[in-house]
């Protein structure tokens, strides 16, 4: 099994420029969520969804739109990408919500907006 | 607002002596609070978690100690190691929510 995966690991976009990026999971998990890392700030989530065709805002939605087409696939989207949204980009999947199910991490995209 | 405050921000332990990380909550609903660790270019995997009917959980060298009157909960690192150099996250959720994960702690074990 390969958990959690995410596409690309890197990105440099211009700002203003468009990107998706995805996240895939081969662990039949109904929840999935998308997180972004800066430095100390921690873990903050943008948005997740319960269930396929399912999204809900997180802590920090604004800039940022997800669909979950597919129960295994959780895609984000920059419709115009900000300097500020330059980070560290995690995908999670669990079985449930938390204290339901472990959190499994993808491995991270790092993107710059320059 | 900041609902799990996470110290310190850095950590620098000796190989072989203890490493405390501390969390403090402020919503009395949360009932799960797990800590995650991270090491450098990978994502956060699950450590250790605990639930508020016990004060106190132990998995090897790992203990989350949790003191429900005082809104807190710790985790300490018996006997560190070199290896268990990473970075650190306390997190807590009530039933059915996301987590909300603490700003995290940087570990250097120096050998």
């Known amino acids: 099994n390969a958990g959690v995966t995410q596409t690309p690991k890197f990105r440099v976009l211009k700002t203003g420029q468009s990107m998706t990026l995805l996240c895939a999971q081969d662990m039949n998990h109904e929840y999935m969520y998308w997180y972004r890392q800066d430095p100390g700030m921690g873990l903050r989530l943008i948005h997740y969804s319960v269930g396929e065709g399912t999204t809900a805002k997180g802590e920090v939605p604004d800039g940022y739109n997800v669909s979950r087409l597919k129960k295994q696939n959780f895609l984000l989207g920059l419709e115009s990408a900000a300097p500020s949204q330059t980070s560290v980009y995690f995908c999670?999947?669990?079985?449930?919500?938390?204290?339901?199910?472990?959190?499994?991490f993808g491995p991270g995209t790092r993107l710059t907006v320059t | 607002q900041q609902q799990v405050k996470q110290s310190p921000q850095s950590l620098i332990v000796q190989k072989g002596g203890i490493s405390i990380i501390n969390c403090a909550y402020e919503n009395t609903a949360f009932d799960y609070f797990p800590w995650y660790q991270q090491f450098p270019g990978k994502g956060p995997a699950l450590l250790i978690a605990i639930r508020p009917d016990v004060s106190e959980k132990k998995e090897g060298r790992f203990t989350i100690s949790f003191n429900k009157s005082a809104k807190q909960f710790s985790l300490h690192i018996m006997d560190s190691q070199p290896g268990d150099s990473a970075t650190y996250f306390c997190?807590?959720?009530?039933?059915?929510?996301?987590?909300?994960f603490g700003k995290g702690t940087t570990l250097s074990v120096s050998s």
């Open positions: 999670a999947s669990s079985s449930g919500l938390a204290g339901r199910g472990e959190q499994y």
């Open positions: 997190a807590a959720s009530t039933t059915g929510t996301a987590l909300i």
